[in-house]
């Protein structure tokens, strides 16, 4: 049973950056991708980033240029720069686990809440 942990959500100013966490524990070795997700509220859970085992990205197009996933695959973490960001960024964001087809498939940790407003 993989868990997710995310941190380093909060306040921020628009145009301001901050630094997002996930720490996995457990056996992620049938993971072919470590993902951000991001939902608002009143709206459904997006995509937002993902890095593969081969270090294949995607992103959003809403947050390209402005985001940037890495991973420490030592520490079975994986992050999210955001940078230069915008009222639209604001939800509670969270990390999973991705198969070959893109499909989520760790259980849900709790997230880590982002909110962009001067």
């Known amino acids: 049973q993989v868990q997710l942990v995310e941190s380093g959500g909060g306040l921020v100013q628009p145009g301001g950056s901050l630094r997002l966490s996930c720490a996995a524990s457990?056996?992620?070795?049938?993971?072919?991708?470590m993902a951000w997700y991001r939902q608002a509220p009143g709206k459904e859970r997006e995509l937002v980033a993902s890095m593969s085992n081969v270090r294949t990205t995607y992103y959003a197009d809403s947050v390209t240029g402005r985001f940037t996933i890495s991973r420490d695959n030592a520490m079975n973490m994986v992050f999210l720069q955001m940078n230069k960001v915008e009222p639209g960024d604001t939800a509670v964001y969270y990390c999973n686990l991705q198969d070959s087809s893109g499909r989520a498939f760790a259980s849900w940790g709790q997230g880590t809440q982002v909110t962009v407003s001067s």
């Open positions: 457990g056996s992620i070795s049938s993971a072919y991708a």
